[in-house]
């Protein structure tokens, strides 16, 4: 069965940071690409960013600016975006998912950016 778990959310404050983790099993999590999307509240599902199978190769949605930080750990099947210069508009329930309409995904990690 694919799982896949998201975590490391939190209430930051504007300019603050957070690392984001994802813990996949169920499927061989090498050969696969992965992608984190985010959902804001009253939106619809929105491509973060991606990571190729190997982790060379990286992609980010045009308003991620050079801010976030696309990684894996493949040895542990895991996941990661590092999320820095936090903006209000970046809060939102991030996923960790197969592609960028979301299959696959968890239940989500919080991350809210509050003064």
């Known amino acids: 069965e694919v799982q896949l778990v998201e975590s490391g959310g939190g209430l930051v404050h504007p300019g603050g940071s957070l690392r984001l983790s994802c813990a996949a099993s169920g499927f061989s999590f090498s050969t696969y690409a992965m992608c984190w999307v985010r959902q804001a509240p009253g939106k619809g599902l929105e491509w973060v960013a991606d990571?190729?199978?190997?982790?060379?190769?990286?992609w980010y949605a045009d308003f991620v600016q050079g801010r976030f930080t696309i990684s894996r750990d493949n040895a542990k099947n895991m996941l990661y975006l590092q999320l820095n210069s936090l903006k209000t508009e970046d809060t939102a329930m991030y996923y960790c998912?197969?592609?960028?309409?979301?299959?696959?995904r968890g239940q989500g990690t919080q991350v809210t950016v509050s003064s």
């Open positions: 990571i190729s199978g190997g982790g060379a190769n990286t």
């Open positions: 998912a197969k592609d960028r309409v979301g299959t696959w």
